[in-house]
């Protein structure tokens, strides 16, 4: 059977043959006891690239983020979010129920938010008012399109918190997206940050986990909420060795899939009832507004199912396409023409 087409996130990506040698490979012991060395090496690779004291490995980005804003936070405070950020869109709702704190959102442009905005967001001290303690900060932003915050931006947001010594989240999941696509290194980016969260498990194409950076002090903190999230692993070197892989090999070739997603939307956008807004197309995320062809997304995702491609749909007209290392610029050839033979059956 042929393979499938799958643009439905770069988190299909499987282990490379390299990784999983790695795996069989590693040298592990009990992390819970801080016996683990393959999960040391890791954490010390991601402290350096970050540019932070300290990193943890945890089990997945949304463990990743919940724990970092348990440790910045107390129940009964507010933090500051992008409006269709990931924390307040698909974390379930735990910064509620594990941190107990409650979200104030700004509408960001192409998923960046003003810092005049943020600055106007933040709590004046007064008996009625909870206290604004975490600003959070999406880089790449998933939803608006894999779009990178300027590094100007990320800078004055910084300059704002400090001045008003609010610490800064950086949920990165896509952070060396946001790195090739500005040219710089991740430790330019995540020093606008007090801590930072990045995936191993997307683009990078680690099977498993991703790290929390920081201070020493933060990250020794945050442990003890990783560990009451159940995300204190045992020979967890297994999964560290995939991600040691991950950060020595695959950070170079993300512009190939930068480059795939601008071909992918240039030929998207020919089609006439689709349209992009080409300014969101940076990194490796395409969202379409499909209004013009007249169907759902879920009704485009099944009719592509049915050649062989997979995408995210929805109930809405907005699609997404993700490209990856499983995804080639053939493949993006391929699924431009499928869609245009849709839009055209349609007509
Ligand atoms: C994927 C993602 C996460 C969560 O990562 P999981 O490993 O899927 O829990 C967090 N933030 C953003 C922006 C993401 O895209």
Known sequence: MAKYIDLRSDTVTLPTPEMREAMYRAEVGDDVYGEDPTV????????????????????????????????????????????????????????????????????????????????????????HFPRTSLICVENTHNRAGGTVIPMDTLEKTYEVA??????????????????????????????????????????LCAPVGSIVAGSRDFINRARKFRKMLGGGLRQAGFLAAAGIVALEKMTERLKEDHENARLLAEGLNSIPGISIDMKTVQTNIVICDISGLGISGNELAGRLLEKGIKINGGSGSLVRFVTHYGIDKNDVLRTVEAVKEIAAELN
């Not at 997206?177 to 500005?182: G, M, P």
């Not at 330019?188 to 997307?202: E, Q, T, W």
Request: with cysteine; charged share 25%.
């Open 162 to 203: 400090k001045k008003h010594g609010i610490p800064v989240h950086m949920d990165g999941a896509r952070i060396f997206n946001a790195a090739t696509y500005l040219g710089v290194p991740v430790r330019d980016i995540a020093r606008y940050a007090d801590s930072v969260m990045f995936c191993l498990s997307k683009g």
């Open 40 to 127: 040391r090496r890791l954490e010390e690779m991601a402290a350096e690239i970050t540019g932070k004291e300290a990193a943890m490995f945890v089990t997945s980005g949304t463990q990743g983020n919940q724990v970092c804003i348990m440790t910045h936070t107390r129940p009964g405070d507010e933090i500051i979010l992008e409006e269709k950020s990931h924390i307040f869109t698909y974390e379930v709702g735990g910064i509620g129920y594990l941190a107990g704190v409650q979200a104030r959102l700004i509408p960001g442009k192409r998923g960046v938010m003003d810092p005049t905005d943020i600055e106007a967001a933040i709590r004046e001290d007064d008996l």
